[in-house]
Structures are given as structure tokens and as C-alpha cells.
């Protein structure tokens, strides 16, 4: 089954201590991508990935890190987190924007972390 | 600052009615444009994406799209309580990436 898959599910953590966030792809995607969504806020694009070593700031990276050492793996590291970072998050991959079907964003199952 | 907006919610439709659903984007270069529908606490999934002025359906479901005025909307037709949700509309340029807007909730009542 084509899918991106986020772990872990749940997490509470408290503030400092550093986390890692797993999201793989198994659809051979290219792009992939990190959003955070707090209510009235939306979906915040963090950071996103057009290839293997190549990465890229969204709109709001400020505590995040990310790395594309393959193609089907891009995880999420917060190296100090802080209750601002009390978020659901989800990765997403898709296609790259020159083929058919572009951009239509496969999204994981979601992260919720609470930082306390 | 690229936006999409859209309006909150909620809105309130009776089953069996037309639900519509309205999105504008600020930036005219936008290339695509895309409808997800998120049920509360799960992913986004999507509903549809139309490229091309005019209107584009898929069962219950009708994009349309007006670059002219920046514009796209989501018709549902005869709306069921299985269609309450958040809509989440997408709009991207070329080489910039995704931006969505912070999505109407949709009621169904039965």
C-alpha cells in the first residue's frame, strides 16, 4: 500500500529534551515535506525536500532540522524543544512538479507532540 | 506574503442541499489549485485539483476555478453528514511550494 508513514503517533516530552520525528515514503517520491497544524493557524509549512541532500526552509523552521539522506526517509529533529512547539504534524511527499499529477500531497497519519 | 483565505465556519447545510465552498489567493501567478477535505484529528486528503479556468467535476464534487478575479470554490452536491469536515484549499506557483489556507468547516445536519 502506498503510504507515508510518521512515527511515533504520540509523544510527550518535556522541554529540552531532543526528539526525533520518523517519516517514511514508499511511493518513490521526491518532494517531501513537514507542516505543523495549531488551531487557527492552518497548515505552516517547516521544512520541505525537492531531492536526496537537498532541503529547504518553509515558513516557520525557527527549532527545526531536517535531513535527506535517502529519498524515502525525512525526519523531523527537534534538538531543544519548547511548549511552542506543542503541535500535530505531518509529513507529506508527492510527485515532482513536471509529471502528471504534481503536486498532490500524500500526508501521514499525524504526529501530536506535547512539549511540556 | 502569498495568502489563500478562506472562511472559517462554520457552515451549516441540511442534507440533500448544496454545500459551496469559497477560497481567493492573492497571487496571480498561481499555477494550481487544490481542495482537501480533513476529518477532525486526521490527515488531509485530497478531494481534487483543477489547473484550468472553468469547472471541473468528479461525482458529488464540483471545482471551479476563475483566475481572472482569484478565485476557486468547491461545490458539494447533495451533501451528506459524512461530509462534515474541514476543507482546506491549495494553491501553488510554479517552483514555490504549497500554500493552503486555514480551511472551512463544514456541517452536515441529517
Known amino acids: 500500500e502506498a503510504q507515508v508513514t510518521q512515527n511515533p503517533r504520540y509523544l510527550i516530552t518535556v522541554t529540552g529534551k531532543k526528539l526525533t520525528v520518523t517519516c517514511s515514503q514508499n511511493m518513490n517520491h521526491e518532494y517531501m515535506s513537514w507542516y505543523r497544524q495549531d488551531p487557527g493557524l492552518g497548515l505552516r509549512q517547516i521544512y520541505y525536500s525537492m531531492n536526496v541532500e537537498v532541503t529547504d526552509k518553509g515558513d516557520v523552521p525557527e527549532g527545526y532540522k531536517v535531513s535527506r539522506k535517502e529519498k524515502r526517509n525525512f525526519p523531523l529533529i527537534l534538538e531543544s524543544p519548547s511548549p511552542n512547539q506543542t503541535s500535530l504534524y505531518f509529513c507529506?511527499?508527492?510527485?515532482?512538479?513536471?509529471?502528471?499529477?504534481?503536486?498532490?500531497?500524500?500526508f501521514g497519519a499525524g504526529s501530536r507532540l506535547t512539549v511540556l | 506574503q502569498k495568502e489563500v483565505e478562506q472562511n472559517s465556519g462554520p457552515l451549516s447545510v441540511p442534507e440533500g442541499a448544496i454545500a459551496s465552498l469559497n477560497c481567493t489567493y492573492s497571487d496571480r501567478g498561481s499555477q494550481s489549485f487544490f481542495w482537501y477535505r480533513q476529518y477532525s484529528g486526521k490527515s488531509p486528503e485530497l478531494i481534487m485539483f483543477?489547473?484550468?479556468?472553468g469547472d471541473k467535476e468528479d461525482g458529488r464534487f464540483t471545482a471551479q476555478l476563475n483566475k481572472a478575479s482569484q478565485y476557486v470554490s468547491l461545490l458539494i452536491r447533495d451533501s451528506q453528514p459524512s461530509d462534515s469536515a474541514t476543507y482546506l484549499c491549495?494553491?501553488?506557483?510554479?517552483?514555490?511550494?504549497?500554500?493552503f489556507g486555514k480551511g472551512t468547516t463544514l456541517s452536515v445536519s441529517s
Open positions: 491549495a494553491v501553488k506557483q510554479a517552483g514555490t511550494a504549497l500554500i
Open positions: 507529506a511527499s508527492s510527485r515532482p512538479s513536471t509529471s502528471s499529477g504534481a503536486n498532490v500531497l500524500t
Open positions: 483543477i489547473y484550468s479556468n
